[in-house]
């Protein structure tokens, strides 16, 4: 059983779309996590989500939503992409404590063209 | 500001060598340390973690990390790489929130 999972894989797009990540955790955790991984590797928090309840928000433009319908499902919408969105982007999920480990989804890698 | 440091950018070993990559933080109070690690192609996996106790941690694959508050530091060991071992290895850290601040990661490659 996958622990964290996000669709899709792969996304690949045009400058000004909008577009959607999906993230869903079957751990039972009650905080779920966006990161970003530039070009080079370096891995940066934008969004954290308790029990539903945005808790971190990083600087981040406004053009990126979280969204979480219920504590398993934490979404991330984009909209009108730019280049220097290409990144991967990784979903993580944990229990509510700072010395809890989190769990990482595979990844979804964007394209922005 | 909470930060994470290490220094090791890329680091090239032979087979059976021993790894050592330098991990630094900057936080006040309260400190978590996690070493995850990034296989080719793959998610972030945690190798070991450190929040109290025996400041010398034994994590998954032989690895361990031993916390100095005095020096700030979490580096990571292994007495012998094996090829597998290759991959990007991220130090990180949590204050009394659950957000993650990682270093900017060293790239090991493990040659036969």
């Known amino acids: 059983d996958t622990a964290v999972s996000q669709t899709p894989k792969y996304l690949v797009t045009q400058m000004g779309n909008d577009k959607s990540i999906k993230c869903e955790q079957n751990?039972?955790?009650?905080?779920m996590y966006w990161y970003k991984q530039d070009s080079k590797k370096f891995l940066k928090i934008m969004f954290s989500?308790?029990?539903?309840?945005?808790?971190i928000n990083e600087t981040v433009p406004n053009r990126f939503s979280p969204k979480s319908p219920d504590k398993a499902h934490l979404n991330l919408h984009i909209n009108s992409l730019e280049l220097g969105d290409s990144a991967v982007y990784f979903c993580?999920?944990?229990?509510?404590?700072?010395?809890?480990?989190?769990?990482f989804g595979p990844g979804t890698r964007l394209t922005v063209l | 500001a909470q930060s994470v440091s290490q220094h090791n950018h890329h680091v090239i070993l032979s087979e059976a060598a021993s790894l050592e990559l330098g991990c630094n933080y900057s936080?006040?109070?309260?400190?978590?340390l996690f070493w995850y690690v990034q296989y080719p192609g793959q998610h972030l996996q945690l190798l070991l973690k450190?929040?109290?106790?025996?400041?010398l941690v034994k994590g998954i694959k032989g690895f361990e990390a031993e916390f100095i508050k005095s020096k700030f530091s979490f580096n990571l060991r292994k007495p012998s790489v094996q090829w597998s071992d290759t991959a990007e290895y991220f130090c990180?850290?949590?204050?009394?929130?659950?957000?993650?601040?990682f270093g900017t990661g060293t790239r090991l490659q493990v040659t036969l």
């Open positions: 993580a999920s944990s229990q509510a404590g700072a010395s809890d480990e989190q769990f």
């Open positions: 751990l039972g955790h009650d905080t």
């Open positions: 989500y308790n029990n539903k309840e945005l808790i």
């Open positions: 936080y006040g109070g309260t400190v978590n």
């Open positions: 450190y929040f109290s106790g025996d400041p």
């Open positions: 990180a850290a949590t204050g009394t929130a659950s957000k993650l601040t």
